[in-house]
C-alpha cells in the first residue's frame, strides 16, 4: 500500500467491525471520532485525530435504524469540512432509501434523490457504496459515485461449495442485469419470475420463465428486507421442480420476522441457504442455521488501495475476474 500517510479512514457506528476489516487489509489504524448524544437524541460528533488537508473516508452503512445512522453520517461530514479535510470520501456498504427512487403515485417523494443532495450539500467529494438498488441512480449526484459490486464474491463462493446443474434465477424483471452477471461468471443458464407488486415488502409470483427442473436454483438479489419476496420465490421456484434454491443477496436487512421466516423456509426444505455479504452488521439474534456471511472487506480494501494511489477500479474488476477464471478452471480440471 502506497501513499496511506495522508490518509484517515472512519467507521461509524453501523460498520465498526467492517471498517476495521478494511483498515486490517490497508494496514492502517482506523480514525478515532467520539460520538455522543445531548438528552434531546441530538447527534454530537467529533474527530479526535487531526484530518487537516488530509483525505479522509468514512465507512458508514445506513441501515436500520437508518435515519439515525444518516444523521451521524452527515454531521460527521460537515465536523471533518470543519476540521479542514483536503477530501471527503464517503463509503456506504448500504445505501438507504435507494429503493424511493421514483414515484410511484401521486404526492410521494423521490427520497433517493434527497439522500444524494444532504450528501453533496454537507461536503462530500465521492460517494463509494455496493450494489445500488438501480445503477441509475448515480445520476441523482453531483459528485462522482462508485457503485461497486459483490457478484464476484458471490460467484467465488459457489464455485467453492463446487455446485452443480446450476440455474441462475432472478426474483424480478428488474434484476436481469445482476442475474445475467453471476451467471456469466458461472457459465449457466438464466431463469426469472414475474411477480407483481401489491403493497411495499408484498409480492405475487405469476409465473416462471426458464427451465429449473431438477436444476439447484440460485435467487439473487439486491437486498433481503422482510424476507417475503424471496421466500416467495423459492416456493415457485421448488413448485417448478427445482432440486434445492440457494439465496443469494449483497444486503441482509431482515427487518420485522424476516431471520424467523427464513430460518422456517431451511427447515421446511424451502430454502437450502441463505448467502449475503457484510455490508450490513447482523446481530447474532438475526442469525440462523442456514445463514452465511460473506466477507467483502477485501474487496473494498482494495478499491480503497486503488483510490488512494489514482488507479483504476476497473482493474480491480479485471484481477478478480481473472481470479474466478482460475477457479473454474481448477475446478473443470479436477472432474
Do not use: W
Amino acid at each position: 500500500m502506497n501513499n496511506v500517510e495522508n490518509i484517515v479512514v472512519f467507521g461509524l457506528s453501523a460498520s465498526q467491525k467492517f471498517t476495521q476489516e478494511v483498515c486490517k487489509k490497508l494496514n492502517i489504524e482506523p480514525g478515532k471520532a467520539e460520538i455522543s448524544r445531548f438528552a434531546d437524541g441530538e447527534f454530537n460528533i467529533q474527530s479526535i485525530t487531526s484530518v487537516r488537508e488530509k483525505v479522509v473516508y468514512i465507512i458508514q452503512s445506513t441501515s436500520p435504524p437508518t435515519n439515525d445512522n444518516l444523521m451521524e453520517l452527515l454531521i460527521f461530514v460537515d465536523a471533518l469540512v470543519r476540521a479542514s479535510a483536503a477530501k471527503i470520501h464517503v463509503v456506504i456498504p448500504y445505501f438507504g432509501y435507494a429503493r424511493q427512487d421514483r414515484k410511484q403515485g401521486g404526492r410521494q417523494p423521490i427520497t433517493c434523490k434527497l439522500v444524494a443532495n444532504l450528501l453533496t450539500v454537507a461536503g462530500v467529494d465521492r460517494v463509494i457504496t455496493v450494489d445500488l438498488h438501480s445503477p441509475q441512480e448515480q445520476g441523482f449526484f453531483d459528485v462522482p459515485v462508485d457503485d461497486l459490486r459483490a457478484t464476484q464474491d458471490l460467484a467465488s463462493y459457489l464455485i467453492e461449495e463446487n455446485l452443480t446443474n446450476l440455474v441462475v434465477v432472478s426474483p424480478d424483471h428488474g434484476g436481469v442485469t445482476r442475474a445475467r452477471r453471476l451467471g456469466n461468471y458461472l457459465s449457466v443458464p438464466l431463469a426469472i419470475i414475474d411477480k407483481r407488486r401489491t403493497t411495499p415488502n408484498q409480492s405475487q409470483v405469476k409465473f416462471v420463465l426458464g427451465d429449473v427442473k431438477e436444476k439447484n436454483a440460485i435467487i439473487i438479489d439486491d437486498m433481503i428486507d422482510t424476507g417475503g419476496t424471496i421466500i416467495n420465490a423459492a416456493k415457485a421456484i421448488k413448485e417448478h421442480g427445482a432440486k434445492s434454491v440457494y439465496i443469494l443477496a449483497t444486503h441482509g436487512i431482515f427487518s420485522g420476522q424476516a431471520s424467523k421466516n427464513l430460518k422456517q423456509a431451511v427447515i421446511d426444505g424451502i430454502i437450502k441457504e441463505v448467502v449475503i455479504t457484510n455490508t450490513i452488521e447482523i446481530s447474532e439474534e438475526k442469525k440462523f442455521n442456514g445463514l452465511k456471511i460473506i466477507s467483502i472487506a477485501d474487496f473494498i480494501s482494495k478499491m480503497i488501495d486503488a483510490s488512494i494511489n489514482n488507479k483504476s477500479l476497473t482493474k480491480v474488476y479485471d484481477d478478480k475476474t481473472n481470479e474466478l477464471i482460475k477457479k473454474i478452471n481448477n475446478k473443470n480440471s479436477k472432474k
